[in-house]
């Protein structure tokens, strides 16, 4: 596609429930970053890939939360049992391949509310 | 550790410019970015700027950077109501480190 594209754009989720955010980046891009922004926040940085490698997953901010890349393109984020402060915008990028002299594209974002 | 700070909030009137500060402390920082971002919407990227270079000029918007005093302003002149949104700036941190630090971002807002 054109852009980074995230799915889905609003989730609604009770707290206890897992959930799954994707991003499908731009095509030949071989890094991808997840960021989330909370209600207020700036943005705080959760997890980099370079091809499906993780050299870096230092935001995760529990081990409830888990990301994947599978054939260095799709990646999906992982919330295990939600709670209510993982309400938040869930951002995802892409850059060619990584920050060094490449821009980086971001998606629309997944809206994820737990009540 | 990194840190961005921006003032959150700047007001502005129809057709003035509007200038947007930002401070890091990163001094390895080899690239600065600014976002953009509308009310429901993701991040879009306005412009970057090189750690070696002190201006950067597109179209309505000035980058200027002091490396010196690590400070980093977005100028846009003849702001318009559709410039209305928040502001980002971003440093590429650590060398080597593949993210991005962000500042609070700066809620821009045009008086007509």
């Given at each position: 596609?054109?852009?980074?594209?995230?799915?889905?754009?609003?989730?609604?989720?009770?707290?206890?429930?897992?959930?799954?955010?994707?991003?499908?980046?731009?095509?030949?891009?071989?890094?991808?970053?997840?960021?989330?922004?909370?209600?207020?926040?700036?943005?705080?940085?959760?997890?980099?890939?370079?091809?499906?490698?993780?050299p870096d997953?230092?935001?995760?901010?529990?081990?409830?939360?888990?990301?994947?890349?599978?054939?260095?393109?799709?990646?999906?984020?992982?919330?295990?049992?939600?709670?209510?402060?993982?309400?938040?915008?869930?951002?995802?990028?892409?850059?060619?391949?990584?920050?060094?002299?490449?821009?980086?594209?971001?998606?629309?974002?997944?809206?994820?509310?737990?009540? | 550790?990194?840190?961005?700070?921006?003032?959150?909030?700047?007001?502005?009137?129809?057709?003035?410019?509007?200038?947007?500060?930002?401070?890091?402390?990163?001094?390895?920082?080899?690239?600065?970015?600014?976002?953009?971002?509308?009310?429901?919407?993701?991040?879009?990227?306005?412009?970057?700027?090189?750690?070696?270079?002190?201006?950067?000029?597109?179209?309505?918007?000035?980058?200027?950077?002091?490396?010196?005093?690590?400070?980093?302003?977005?100028?846009?002149?003849?702001?318009?109501?559709?410039?209305?949104?928040i502001y980002?700036?971003?440093?590429?941190?650590?060398?080597?480190?593949?993210?991005?630090?962000?500042?609070?971002?700066?809620?821009?807002t045009i008086?007509?």
């Amino acid at each position: 596609g054109a852009g980074v594209s995230q799915s889905p754009s609003n989730k609604v989720t009770e707290k206890g429930k897992d959930v799954e955010l994707r991003c499908d980046p731009i095509s030949g891009h071989t890094a991808l970053y997840w960021y989330r922004q909370s209600l207020g926040q700036g943005l705080e940085f959760l997890i980099y890939f370079q091809g499906n490698s993780a050299p870096d997953k230092s935001g995760l901010p529990s081990d409830r939360f888990s990301a994947e890349r599978t054939g260095g393109s799709v990646s999906t984020l992982t919330i295990q049992r939600t709670q209510q402060e993982d309400s938040a915008v869930y951002l995802c990028a892409s850059s060619r391949t990584g920050l060094s002299g490449n821009t980086i594209y971001f998606g629309e974002g997944s809206w994820l509310t737990v009540v | 550790g990194e840190d961005v700070e921006q003032s959150l909030f700047l007001s502005v009137r129809e057709g003035d410019s509007s200038v947007i500060n930002c401070t890091y402390t990163d001094s390895s920082s080899t690239y600065l970015y600014w976002y953009k971002q509308e009310p429901g919407a993701g991040l879009q990227l306005l412009t970057y700027i090189f750690s070696n270079m002190d201006m950067k000029q597109d179209q309505r918007l000035t980058v200027l950077l002091n490396k010196k005093d690590k400070h980093l302003s977005l100028r846009i002149a003849d702001t318009q109501t559709g410039d209305s949104a928040i502001y980002f700036c971003a440093e590429s941190g650590i060398q080597g480190a593949q993210k991005l630090v962000f500042g609070q971002g700066t809620r821009l807002t045009i008086n007509p």
